[in-house]
């Protein structure tokens, strides 16, 4: 019964009238943001994080929670009513809910994707409860080097689980790490890379390297294609699911929710790996497969409440661990840490109210994007109508205002503008900038705990191996990577983010 | 069989991991090394650097064995409007004030879009959103940005 007595406190946070409100306000911002074309989550989380930097750390944090959940909501309308998503997780939704809104019945399956994302938000909302508590209990025996074998698993995943060329993964998380090192050595105090500028004394900024490489690089790239755009600015009527709906719809609700909550809480997983895997269970699964790809509900609501199940339980090795499984895990790694508050397995126990008001708040921010963006679908499809020579400039503004107010620094400003150029270079290369993020937020944590495992063994490696947590980690790690050069497996994996 | 270049991408990405990686290396030598039981503030860069390079040797074999895609055409208008629009920003912050830069931002980086003309609806848009900013983010926010720069604060001074 402790479960339920951590939820109530975790209510009881999250119903304040306060939170509740900044909740209402990043679901909003979050959706309103989301919805513009070209803006996933990490890039509209990046740009709505300072707005957080005032607020006290549960408040930040519920509010940070709304604005993905709405920014991931916002993707999934935009790729339904316009085939333009946002981010690899609703790329599987535009396939059959575009189609689905040209035969005109966007209604049908944004109420779909409304409802499955609140099922699966609630059931992993639970999930979290249940586990994270067991998780955190393990996690305090975790050594320096099981929490070193830990993040090399995790970089691992992201590689597997990125959708481009392995080599170019690989890569890109060695950059990542290289630009993490960036700043003060915290052993030696010996400045590292700074070239003399005091303004890198302390690191690269992880909100201008996201917002440089996801906002600006991610403009310059979508300004190639410009004029290829189909929304359907019919108005959406017809919003309620039929009886016949919600028969097809369960199946795939429930299948979607169990597999996106397995999904998100393995490292490198998350929303992404959970909607593609949904998609092609509920294909090979149907007795009609070739209804999807031409509008087949199941194909909205498999995906959608599989990426809600992964969003919300990739906080669980977040909140527990300190490990960001994925690029938005990062970024919230990232706010923690601005707030002075050490993402770990103690958080849980030190700060209750923060842990268990996160967790209540997310079942509320499922709730709210429920309740308010079904009515308010009609100001969604106009802000998707506004000429993306209009949106693109706004951007950029929010995304230098947002950059300066971080620490009021020009520099910051000029900065993101060079990491702008730089993310652009990787899309022209065909390198994923996520996997580089997660790294450049994990390499000075890595670089430590290696420090202090070989400080103990006294230099002595072995001791990765002699540890049976760690060499586990490790060999699900070596065994991820072998997995994936072998050929057959390489092929399924290009499959499977193909799915066209 | 002949070596010619196969993957633009990948000849492109190897000789960014190389000169990553030597930049790295190089730069990390002066930190002094130490050993595996004491590591000195070098040790994890060089590790990185060098892994850095293996791949970069290893993406650059693979550009001339196996068939890749080439690089699509740069789009360098819009790239170099978008940055200098960003630079212009910073340039303009704190000396002409926050509207003024905002102003240079969205004009400079709207004629990166083929399909920007400046009207009546564009300029009204643009100061609709400078209002926007100036309200939410200095008045609101409180962030310390001047809504008349140092170089009218002699002309404009309140």
Known sequence: ?500 | MALRIRSEKDLGSGLLYLLLGSAGLSIALDYGFGNAGRMGPGYFPMVISGLLLFLGVVTLARSLLIEGSPITTVNWKGLILVTLSVCLFGMLLMGAGLPVALAALILVSAKASEKFALGAKAIAAMFGLVLFCALVFVKGLGVPMPLVGAWFSGILAP
């Open chain 1, 1 to 500: 019964m402790e479960m339920l007595s951590n939820l109530w406190l975790g209510l009881s946070v999250a119903s304040s009238l306060t939170n509740l409100g900044y909740c209402l306000l990043g679901v909003f911002l979050g959706t309103a943001i989301g919805v513009l074309p070209g803006l996933g989550p990490v890039a509209t989380i990046a740009m709505l994080l300072p707005l957080t930097f005032g607020l006290p750390p549960e408040t930040a944090l519920i509010m940070l929670a709304g604005i993905y959940y709405g920014a991931q909501y916002g993707g999934s309308t935009t790729a339904i009513l316009a085939n333009l998503p946002g981010e690899p997780s609703s790329v599987v939704t535009a396939l059959d809910g575009h189609q689905l809104a040209r035969q005109g019945q966007a209604g049908r399956a944004l109420a779909t994707a409304a409802i499955g994302s609140f099922i699966a938000g609630t059931v992993s909302t639970l999930l979290i409860a249940l586990f994270a508590p067991a998780l955190a209990a393990v996690a305090l025996q975790f050594g320096p080097a099981e929490y070193f074998a830990l993040m090399v698993l995790g970089l691992i995943a992201s590689v597997v689980m990125a959708s481009g060329p392995l080599l170019h993964a690989l890569g890109m998380i060695l950059v990542g790490l290289l630009l993490g090192m960036v700043g003060t050595d915290v052993n030696s105090a010996i400045p590292r890379y700074t070239f003399d500028v005091p303004m890198l004394a302390d690191g690269i900024n992880f909100v201008v390297l996201a917002m440089g490489i996801f906002g600006l690089g991610e403009i310059a790239a979508n300004l190639e294609n410009e004029g290829e755009r189909t929304l359907l600015t019919r108005k959406v009527t017809n919003l309620m699911p039929t009886r016949e709906d919600w028969k097809r719809i369960l199946g795939p609700i429930a299948r979607g929710t169990a597999l996106g909550s397995v999904l998100g809480i393995l490292p490198g997983g998350g929303a992404a790996l959970a909607s593609f895997g949904s998609y092609s269970l509920e294909k090979r699964l149907s007795k009609e497969p070739e209804r999807f790809g031409k509008g087949a509900i199941e194909g909205v609501a498999g995906p959608e409440s599989a990426n809600n199940a992964g969003a919300q339980t990739s906080f669980i090795p977040m909140l527990t661990l300190g490990l960001p499984s994925n690029s938005v895990m990062a970024l919230m790694i990232g706010a923690l840490l601005i707030q002075g508050i050490q993402p770990g397995p103690s958080v849980m126990s030190e700060q209750p109210a923060l842990f268990w008001g996160l967790i209540a708040s997310m079942w509320i921010g499922n709730l709210m994007l429920l309740v308010l963006n079904l009515p308010m679908i009609g100001l969604w499809v106009r802000m998707i109508a506004i000429p993306y020579h209009f949106l693109f400039p706004t951007i950029i503004a929010l995304c230098a205002i947002g950059v300066f107010s971080v620490n009021n620094s020009i520099f910051d400003v000029y900065a993101m503008a060079l990491f702008g150029v730089v993310g652009y270079l990787f899309r022209k290369l065909d390198a994923e900038p996520a996997p580089m993020l997660l790294a450049f937020i994990l390499g000075p944590m890595m670089e430590e705990f290696l420090r202090r495992t070989l400080l103990f063994s006294k230099g002595d490696p072995s001791v990765f191996l002699t540890r049976p947590l760690s060499a586990a980690l490790l060999s699900v790690a070596a065994g991820l990577l072998l997995l994936v050069v072998l050929p057959s497996v390489r092929r399924k994996r290009e499959e499977a983010f193909q799915e066209d």
